[in-house]
């Protein structure tokens, strides 16, 4: 705690973006037909949970892959329902038999905190993808300042770890997804998490700058040369992102963004840009926004707004299997170290 005050302390900006959110409460979610796992205690002291999904055909001395859904901000983890996972975790295969089909469903709580996000997603259930502290080691000392670690990252952590100590997780095959602010931190978790083998996301704001972020910043492979980089300590990890070409408050350009600057770090990026019928576009639509950095006044263009969050809100479910294949074509070499 006194090194998230130290953090909070440093000023409005610092070496890994923002300071930590302001935290509003916890929520326990209701798992349906999942399992409750939590609650377990993050570096602020609260309550946090997961709920887990296993397939029909799961079995102890069979090993499955992980999948780790991260839900969008303002709804919770039960919005794993809303997609088709659930439904192709019995059928369709992430391991490397197509025939052996099976995977199990990890999808983490957010809190609720402040966000950087236009009205009504200033604050509320969500993800905190604005302090980038994601090192793999922890704590971050600088000069006299501690840095703690992302405490949803931390979260993140902890459940995958909590799965896999049941011996029933291929931790070869530990992939993430993730929707809208679940989006953008599944992608900034992959980015920093060498035990992740592969991302698949959709409709995810850059998580180093979109909006009214007071500190953005550029990911970077190597050591920062000044606040207005961040490193990233997974840049071999494949990426997806598939979005619409209308989306919500300029979700578009601002992914466009995100992938230019993914691939000058060196990153791997499958960049799907989807019109209204789900089918594969170049660009993204103009009359829905052009700013890299997202927005979009409600009152100047209330149709496009209308219509981005309309489709902002739909998961892209012909879209599912193609993001599972593209998941199932990587697994880590050699495994990563045991939970």
């Known amino acids: 705690m006194g090194g998230r005050a130290a953090a909070r302390s440093a000023g409005a900006c610092g070496p890994f973006g ?6 509003l409460g916890t929520i326990k979610p209701d798992c349906g037909s999942g399992e409750l796992l939590g609650p377990w205690k993050d570096g602020d002291g609260t309550d946090r949970y997961a709920c887990l999904y296993e397939p029909v055909s799961a079995k102890a001395a069979r090993r499955l892959p992980l ?8 709804f919770g983890a039960w919005t794993v329902t809303r997609t088709n ?3 192709l975790q019995n059928t369709s295969s992430l391991g490397g038999d197509p025939n052996r089909t099976g995977f199990i ?11 950087y996000y236009p009205w009504p997603d200033k604050r509320g259930m969500g993800w905190d993808n604005w302090y980038r502290q994601l090192s793999p080691a922890g704590g971050v000392k600088i000069d006299e300042t501690v840095y703690p670690e992302n405490a949803d990252a931390a979260t993140i952590d902890h459940f995958i770890a909590q799965a896999a100590r049941t011996g029933k997780v291929d931790t070869r095959r530990i992939y993430v997804t993730g929707w809208s602010n679940g989006a953008a931190m599944g992608l900034l978790y992959a980015l920093n998490r060498p035990d992740v083998a592969a991302v698949a996301i959709y409709s995810g704001p850059d998580p180093f700058g979109a909006f009214d972020d ?3 910043q550029a990911p970077v492979s190597g050591a920062p040369a000044s606040n207005a980089e961040v490193r990233i300590f997974n840049p071999r990890v ?8 209308c989306d919500i408050v300029g979700t578009c350009p601002n992914a466009e963004k995100m992938v230019a600057e993914l691939r000058a770090a060196g990153i791997n990026v499958d960049d799907v840009i989807v ?3 789900g089918r594969r576009v170049d660009a993204c639509a103009a009359r829905c926004g052009a700013d890299p950095n997202g927005g979009l006044d409600p009152l100047y263009n209330p149709l496009s707004w209308l219509l ?30 045991p939970f």
């Open 85 to 87: 996972l659930l439904e």
């Open 214 to 216: 007071p500190c953005r």
């Open 18 to 23: 923002n300071p930590p959110a302001t935290i």
């Open 238 to 245: 494949p990426a997806m992102q598939v979005h619409n070409s």
């Open 67 to 74: 999948l780790v859904y991260l839900h969008p901000s303002l």
């Open 275 to 277: 019109d209204s019928l």
């Open 105 to 115: 469903v990890l999808a983490p709580q957010g809190r609720r905190t402040t966000h």
């Open 308 to 337: 981005g969050l309309h489709r902002h809100q739909r998961w892209p479910a012909q879209w599912t299997p193609a993001m599972l294949e593209f998941l199932r074509g990587h697994r880590l070499r050699p495994a990563a170290a």
